[in-house]
């Protein structure tokens, strides 16, 4: 067995960083011939409303807080913080997602002039973008979780490529040792918690355990675009070996439930949230789940992490296992989200226990939409152009139901002096969150329960498709 070994960054860097841009998303011509018709529901992920909460937050949020210590995360939809952002400690695993947005706003206003109503002030932007992603960097460091990609890429990424700010690079780098050094080459993967301590269940011994989750799989970019910044191949291969190996220890194969809307006619598959693997062996010693309804159903949001980390996977490998494993994921997660693309539900297996107020889960739903795009450009450049445009499809027709059943109450720019302020469109109804009905946590062993709220990632998500779309000429 080849034994993988990490190096530590070197200060200076031994190679010139460059800017990468391994998606096929940032091509300058157009992947389909035929583009679709302007659809006036998905340019609402243009509209001010979106800037306009993203801008409050920020500088509300600001206030007795520089640096951040703390970071917008959830939004209740009722009880007495119902309509504004509940913060959370920025060390939590979700910190990385706020200032994203923000950096989502400036890359549309540094590139894709026009399309965001009104034209926000670059500076002031930038400034923003600056002040809530200061803390990130410190935390590249952390070899205590393997969230450090959610953690620094949607921001430090983006300062790197739109500023050429070398101090986030340097951060990617360091943060993409840091989660190297969780690898074990018996187990073939990176360790994704050092223990389990729910009401129900608990795993503590490192020695004996080794935990593996689904969400894993989208921590994998930062390792793949370090070793393409730096020239280090042990990064992507500890990348793509932990991929493959969630290949046996995750995915489940399935039966077809309907004919395909996409035109996919390879295998499918559900997943699994939790795999203990043995650390000496790599042998799995129990499937189970954290954060879904029960160990054998399909949590929604962990489907949706594997179709988009399989599909990132393939586009920085272009092995074709793990596109096979993107389409096969998002192919079920389409025959269980059923016809009309509605907000999926949290978990496609578990009980609905209040018709009138189902447990649903929009981050789901972004998320998964953001890969099955990536999918249709891999097809696309295969020359599998049915098939392409049928993820296409179903990935706007994702985002569409989105817009449509999950938008929040409006907000909305207004000029008072010099400065711009942030209204509701309805006086009076606040929501910080750009969509509702998101679920972080819905499983009944957990330590902290909580449903049907906005969410910071789900924002995130839905903002970033809209700048794919950009990056597509889709829009």
């Known amino acids: 067995m080849v034994q993988l070994q990490v190096q530590q960054i070197r200060e200076p860097l031994a190679v010139e960083p460059k800017t990468v841009q391994p998606h096929l998303l940032y091509t300058s011509a157009p992947l389909f011939d035929v583009q679709p018709a302007k659809d006036d529901i998905i340019q609402e992920l ?31 939809q009722d009880g007495p913080n119902q309509g504004r952002y509940v913060l959370r400690e920025a060390d939590f695993w979700t910190c990385g997602f706020f200032p994203g947005s923000l950096y989502t706003l400036l890359e549309r206003e540094a590139k894709y002039t026009g399309y965001q109503q009104p034209h926000l002030p670059r500076e002031p932007l930038l400034a923003l973008c600056r002040a809530w992603s200061e803390p990130l960097h410190a935390m590249a460091n952390r070899t205590d979780t393997h969230d450090i990609g959610f953690i620094v890429m949607p921001a430090l990424r983006s300062d790197w490529e739109l500023t050429g700010n070398r101090r986030s690079l340097e951060s990617i780098i360091t943060a993409a040792y840091s989660l190297a050094s969780r690898f074990n080459a018996t187990a073939k993967s990176i360790r994704s918690w050092d223990l389990i301590r729910k009401k129900d269940v608990v795993i503590i011994s490192m020695e004996e355990n080794f935990i593996l989750i689904i969400d894993s799989l989208c921590n994998l970019d930062l390792l793949f675009y370090a070793s393409a910044q730096t020239g280090d191949a042990t990064l992507a291969t500890i990348a793509s070996t932990h991929a493959r190996t969630l290949l046996r220890t995750h995915l489940r194969p399935a039966s077809r439930a309907a004919p395909s809307r996409t035109g996919y006619s390879g295998p499918i ?6 795999a203990n693997v043995d650390p000496r062996t790599g042998a799995i010693k129990a499937q189970m789940t954290a954060q879904g309804h029960s160990n054998e159903s399909t949590w929604a949001r962990g489907q949706a992490w594997a179709i988009l980390g399989y599909a990132q996977t393939y586009i920085w490998t272009k092995e074709r296992i793990f596109l096979d494993a993107a389409c096969g994921c998002a192919e079920y997660f389409l025959q269980r989200l059923g016809t009309g693309y509605k907000v999926p539900a949290w978990d496609f297996d578990a009980p609905v226990e209040d018709s009138e107020s189902p447990v649903l889960d929009s981050s789901a739903g972004a998320i998964a939409a953001n890969g099955m795009l990536l999918i249709s450009e891999a097809l696309a450049t295969e020359q599998q152009l049915t098939v392409s445009v049928g993820f296409r499809d179903a990935a706007i027709g994702l985002v569409r139901a989105l817009l449509q059943d999950a938008l929040a109450e409006k907000a909305k720019f207004v000029v008072s002096g010099m400065m711009l302020a942030v209204e509701d469109v309805e006086v009076g109804a606040t929501f910080d969150g750009i969509l509702k009905d998101a679920t972080a946590n819905n499983n009944a062993g957990a330590n902290r329960r909580y449903r049907n709220h906005g969410l910071v990632y789900a924002d995130y998500y839905l903002l970033q498709f809209g700048n794919q779309l950009l990056r597509m000429r889709l829009a």
């Open 46 to 76: 243009f509209a001010q409303n979106a800037a306009a909460k993203i801008w409050r937050v920020a500088k509300r949020d600001l206030k007795n807080n520089i640096p951040p210590k703390e970071f917008p995360e959830f939004v209740p």
């Open 269 to 274: 598959f559900s997943t699994c949230h939790v």
